[in-house]
């Protein structure tokens, strides 16, 4: 069983950054990559980025291509996201999500764990 802790959201003002961390624990070796996703209020949960393990698959979100920057450390287990130039519509819960090898990384349904969550609220 995988569990998926999220740490370092919080409040932060427009422009400014924060660092989202993910740290998987019962990885097994079908564990193939990780990915962020993100639910504001009121609207569906939507993909933000994602990796392979071996980092040579990285996905981003239009949205947040040149602001946000998606790594692993495969020896800790732990995903990142940092997140630079934060605007108030980045305002959401983020989560990560760990899959299986597949091929379509934007759709929830293919993940197969997920953490519990970190709000990020972005002030003006």
């Known amino acids: 069983q995988v569990q998926l802790v999220e740490s370092g959201g919080g409040l932060v003002q427009a422009g400014g950054s924060l660092r989202l961390s993910c740290a998987a624990s019962?990885?097994?070796?079908?564990?193939?990559?990780m990915g962020w996703f993100r639910q504001a209020p009121g609207k569906e949960r939507e993909f933000v980025a994602a990796?392979?393990?071996?980092?040579?698959?990285?996905k981003y979100a239009d949205s947040v291509k040149g602001r946000f920057t998606i790594s692993g450390d495969n020896a800790k287990n732990t995903v990142y996201l940092q997140m630079n130039s934060l605007k108030i519509e980045d305002t959401a819960v983020y989560y990560c999500?760990?899959?299986?090898?597949?091929?379509?990384?934007?759709?929830?349904?293919?993940?197969?764990?997920w953490g519990q969550g970190t709000p990020v609220t972005v002030s003006s």
């Open positions: 999500a760990e899959r299986a090898y597949g091929s379509n990384w934007y759709t929830p349904d293919e993940y197969d764990y």
């Open positions: 019962g990885r097994t070796v079908s564990s193939y990559g």
């Open positions: 990796i392979t393990w071996n980092g040579d698959i990285i």
